[in-house]
């Protein structure tokens, strides 16, 4: 005996878990690179070496031409987060 998908009802239960935000998207904002770096004291050059990019990737984040990479935010996140974390890596 095999039970009958009400697909009506199934798209109907989609729709109201998308009213109520379930599985809903956070939008992050971008860290603030210059605070982070300063925060940090670290010149441009090491906060470019620790982070594994040139220091003109770095530059053009903190002028704000280029934005980071979503694994580059995430490792600003720690930075930001925790720095004790970020210099010994």
Do not use: C
Request: aromatic share 4%.
């Amino acid at each position: 005996m095999t039970l009958k998908r009400n697909i009506g009802q199934e798209i109907l239960e989609g729709i109201d878990s998308i009213r109520e935000g379930i599985g809903k998207k956070r939008v992050l904002e971008r860290p603030n690179i210059v605070a982070i770096r300063q925060e940090l004291d670290l010149s441009q050059s090491v906060f470019a070496a620790y982070m594994g990019i040139s220091l003109r990737t770095l530059q053009e984040w903190e002028q704000g031409r280029r934005k980071p990479s979503g694994p580059a935010t995430v490792l600003l996140r720690i930075a930001q987060k925790h720095p004790e974390a970020f210099v010994d890596l």
